[in-house]
């Protein structure tokens, strides 16, 4: 099971950097960062250790089988950004 970032994400980066897995993207200096209103988990990458949620202030990351029920499209977005 992977995390996801929903649209609550605010792209401050903090997620990106606490990553090990470099599974969140895109990183501020990457030029698509510009392009995107928020940063995406890649499901493949994800080792799933909970990183990422413990730096986001902003509620934005969940467990993809504990998505909000306004918030399931999120985990097609995230996947969607590394295809």
């Known amino acids: 099971?992977?995390?996801v970032i929903t649209d609550a994400c605010v792209k401050d980066f903090l997620c990106v950097e606490e990553c090990s897995m470099d599974a969140i993207?895109?990183?501020a200096s990457d030029?698509?960062?510009d392009e995107?209103?928020?940063?995406?988990i890649n499901p493949q990458d994800c080792a799933d250790c909970g990183a990422c949620i413990a730096v986001c202030e902003h509620d934005a990351i969940y467990p993809e089988d504990s998505l909000p029920a306004d918030k399931t499209d999120a985990a097609a977005k995230n996947a969607a950004f590394f295809q």
């Open 1 to 3: 099971m992977a995390y």
């Open 25 to 27: 993207a895109p990183r």
């Open 31 to 33: 030029p698509r960062a």
């Open 36 to 40: 995107v209103s928020q940063v995406s």
